[in-house]
């Protein structure tokens, strides 16, 4: 009877360990093109590959299914499932399943990068003149909301073409002049272009799951910056289109993977060889920056633009227009007036540990001074509202 009841234990701990190690799981579609899913003679660039291992590494998994095309021809559905990869868990075969059964609750979708010279809710150029990104996004998402109204859908911020930065008569790569004016564009009017766009999205859908990941422009301000601004352009591209080498989509992926598990890419993750050294060796500082970035990744409001659910785990409510905090950026001191009382402030770092928490009454300074220079969070709570502030310490 003792063994009996040790074996049924034993038995009883292996559910639950099962059960633990899909803590996450995501079953995705994407409607890309090559800046998500480039042809080469490895799946090394493609970003479902990444996610898979970010993902195994972090006891959670994914299944991916896609298609490669613009918008025009994104929009003629039911899509088809075109891809497959040598170790990521395929979402669906159009053969032979319907795509209602599959249970898809993480899309994907991106326009072209080189569309980003007139709005989105304007129509295309040329053949597909009939419709305009905002449209065939909101065909695509409409659709998406008939198949599975919980899902939710993602906007991949790619990365803008780079023939029109390289000057006439030179070729790719290009001089670092022509790429540091193609990043300042990449983080600026490209990027604006896309927060529009989702913008556009949102007014016309706002009832509906769509959510912006802004992978561009945080990897174009890790790649200027040190010590990732070392790494030889062509470590990172191998055309001006600009299809990417195993380092940029490795990126992308990290980028991806934060937004859509609302988490952390894996600390204990090996990054294997044919990601550049600068990164191997710069890992948990390049996450940190990531995770950093998309957390203040926020609309005028204060509310996320990327994550489904607040990471931070503030509740809904909100008082930030009742909050003023100053200077900031700073050096030293931080202070708070409200025209609330009793709220306590908790201060975190990027990594979103929990550096230590005060009561507050209307007003207060806080001291950061012995701190490191880098990107802060406080978070402000009373018994009704809450809201979170980012710092910046230099």
């Known amino acids: 009877m003792k063994n009996l009841l040790q074996l049924l234990l034993v038995f009883l701990c292996l559910i639950i360990n099962t059960k633990g190690l899909a803590q996450n799981e995501k079953t995705m579609y994407v409607f890309g093109h090559s800046l998500i899913v480039h042809a080469s003679p490895t799946n090394e660039t493609t970003v479902p590959h990444w996610l898979h291992h970010l993902a195994k590494e972090a006891n959670n998994t994914i299944a991916v299914s896609g298609?490669?095309?613009?918008?025009?021809?994104?929009?003629?559905?039911?899509?088809?499932?075109?891809?497959?990869?040598?170790?990521?868990?395929?979402?669906?075969?159009?053969?032979?399943?319907?795509?209602?059964?599959?249970?898809?609750?993480?899309?994907?979708?991106?326009?072209?990068n080189f569309v980003q010279y007139k709005p989105s809710n304007e129509n295309y150029d040329g053949g597909a003149n009939d419709t305009s990104p905002v449209q065939s996004t909101l065909t695509i998402v409409d659709w998406i909301n008939n198949q599975e109204p919980e899902a939710v859908s993602y906007i991949y911020e790619n990365w803008p073409d780079m023939a029109g930065y390289i000057s006439y008569g030179n070729t790719f790569p290009p001089t670092p002049q022509e790429f540091e004016n193609y990043n300042t564009y990449t983080q600026g009017d490209f990027h604006d272009w896309w927060i529009d766009y989702h913008n556009f999205i949102q007014d016309a859908r706002p009832s509906e799951h769509v959510r912006l990941i802004p992978v561009g422009s945080v990897m174009s301000k890790l790649l200027t910056q040190e010590p990732l601004n070392q790494i030889p352009i062509l470590d990172l591209y191998e055309d001006d289109a600009p299809h990417g080498r195993p380092t940029l989509y490795f990126l992308a992926s990290l980028i991806t993977y934060m937004a859509i598990y609302e988490q952390k890419a894996p600390a204990t993750y090996s990054v294997p060889n044919t990601v550049h050294v600068?990164?191997?060796?710069?890992?948990?500082?390049?996450?940190?920056?990531?995770?950093?970035e998309l957390l203040a990744f926020n609309d005028s409001s204060g509310d996320s633009l990327?994550?489904?659910n607040n990471v931070l785990n503030t509740e809904s409510f909100d008082f930030k227009d009742d909050i003023t905090i100053y200077p900031n950026p700073t050096r030293d001191y931080i202070n708070i007036t409200a025209s609330v009382d009793n709220y306590t402030i908790e201060l975190y770092d990027v990594k979103g540990t929990k550096l230590r928490i005060t009561k507050n009454d209307v007003n207060d300074t806080i001291n950061i001074s012995n701190l490191p220079n880098g990107i802060y969070f406080l978070k402000l709570n009373n018994a009704r509202f809450s809201t979170i502030k980012r710092i910046i310490k230099y």
Do not use: C, K, M
Request: aromatic share 18%.
């Open 67 to 112: 298609q490669y095309g613009f918008l025009p021809s994104h929009d003629e559905l039911p899509p088809i499932s075109q891809w497959g990869f040598e170790d990521v868990i395929p979402a669906w075969d159009s053969d032979t399943e319907n795509f209602s059964d599959i249970g898809f609750d993480t899309f994907l979708i991106t326009p072209a």
């Open 306 to 308: 990327v994550f489904e």
């Open 278 to 292: 600068l990164l191997r060796d710069n890992y948990q500082s390049t996450i940190d920056f990531i995770w950093a």
